[in-house]
């Protein structure tokens, strides 16, 4: 049967229905999504996975294709992003560039950020320097989603362009827009880090994985974004397939804590499980001791207390780093009235300080560990005494892949 040159505008090749553009676009879409997770994100920024070089040329080839994206550009924006999170220099936090900004002109960022030559340079070492990197991917980066384009028109007409469109959205949109947005906005948190990642959903499929972003940022360098049993990580699912078959060797995960009876000081066992997985250690703070407190109080003051704001809730986990001057000096007041809650926020800060120590001497760590923990247990406050106790026991599991 001839085709005639009207259906070949409008249909391509292919004369595809809607069913097959439907398939098409999410199989190229998510083959995108594993581009940027696996390969820019896992591999390149973070060290995380190797893959066999055919492999990772393929994913560096779709990036440049279906996006234009630069490796070393995309890799060192990405490191800055983890180096200066939440500040002033944060190529895209919601905390200063504002979350409308973010989410709807998360290019713009992008592109203001690839360049600064001189973080592109500092940020983005290790990443390949081939022929064909210098010669066709960097220079030319704007080729790749115009041959997509021309490939798409050729396979399936006008309806293809409408697809490419989309597919040109799709990672400003999910990854710029979303996970750098909403996932400093807006979710839930397994671990309290010092930034204000979150988890978008449990489940990491949609965008391959990069739903898990408070994980990610409290094990930057782990392969494996679920951390819990509920969370899934379809991209790990991808690189255990990939594993599997010889295609990708895991160089990290992250450590697993195990909790050691009968330790009666700390170790050097417990500062290195406590500066590998300080942010585990404050969230198990806040859920075992500050919580019951708040509850305790909650139940004492009745309606009054349960109506606290949400935002001393989070500083009170967090240590009210994100708090603004006001609103610090009226949480204060709070706490100046109930004192066994300014001790626990005290005691907070105090451990806090400790495993953010960066100082090269373990021994003088380790002593003012020694001390934090000698004072809890004299504190007379039960679920800070419990709490102590399980911190001395604090192991790490060697990692599996």
């Not at 229905?17 to 999504?33: E, F, K, R, S």
């Not at 960022?109 to 973080?119: G, I, P, V």
């Not at 340079?121 to 066709?136: N, V």
């Not at 909790?259 to 000081?265: D, F, K, M, Q, S």
Request: hydrophobic share 45%.
């Amino acid at each position: 049967m001839s085709v005639s040159l009207l259906d070949l505008l409008a249909r391509g090749l292919t004369q595809a229905g809607l069913g097959t553009l439907a398939i098409y676009l999410l199989v190229v879409t998510q083959l995108t999504i594993f581009s940027v997770t696996l390969y820019l994100h896992r591999s390149m920024a973070h060290r995380a996975v190797d893959f066999h070089p055919v492999l990772a040329h393929f994913f560096r080839f779709w990036s440049w294709l279906t996006t234009g994206m630069v490796t070393k550009e995309w890799t060192a924006i990405h490191r800055k992003h983890h180096a200066k999170c939440e500040t002033e220099e944060d190529p895209h936090s919601p905390q200063f560039k504002g979350i409308d900004t973010v989410m709807w002109r998360g290019v713009e960022l992008y592109r203001d950020a690839s360049r600064r030559h001189e973080d592109i340079e500092k940020y983005g070492k290790g990443c390949p320097d081939d022929w064909i990197e210098r010669h066709l991917y960097t220079p030319r980066s704007s080729w790749g989603p115009t041959l997509m384009l021309l490939i798409n028109f050729a396979l399936f007409g006008f309806a293809g362009v409408a697809l490419w469109a989309i597919q040109m959205l799709w990672i400003p949109f999910w990854a710029a827009g979303i996970v750098n947005g909403l996932g400093h906005w807006w979710g839930y948190r397994n671990f309290e880090t010092t930034d204000t990642a979150t988890n978008l959903s449990p489940w990491g499929v949609w965008i391959g994985g990069e739903e898990l972003h408070n994980n990610h940022h409290a094990f930057p360098s782990s392969a494996k974004f679920a951390l819990r049993k509920w969370e899934f990580d379809i991209g790990w699912a991808a690189i255990r397939a990939f594993q599997t078959v010889g295609l990708a060797k895991v160089l990290r995960v992250a450590p697993a804590l195990d909790v050691r009876p009968n330790i009666h000081v700390p170790d050097a066992e417990t500062l290195k499980a406590l500066l590998t997985i300080r942010f585990q250690a404050m969230t198990d703070y806040y859920r075992s001791v500050m919580l019951p407190a708040l509850r305790e109080e909650a139940a004492r003051a009745g309606e009054g207390m349960r109506r606290l704001p949400r935002q001393w809730r989070k500083a009170l986990a967090d240590g009210g780093r994100w708090l603004d001057g006001d609103a610090r000096a009226r949480l204060q007041a709070w706490l100046a009235e109930r004192p066994k809650m300014a001790t626990l926020a005290e005691f907070r800060q105090r451990l806090a300080q400790v495993l953010d120590d960066r100082s090269h001497d373990a021994q003088a760590t380790l002593q003012k560990l020694h001390a934090w923990c000698a004072e809890a247990e004299a504190s007379g406050i039960a679920a800070l005494q419990a709490f102590s106790a399980r911190l001395k026991g604090y192991a790490l599991v060697p990692a599996r892949a």
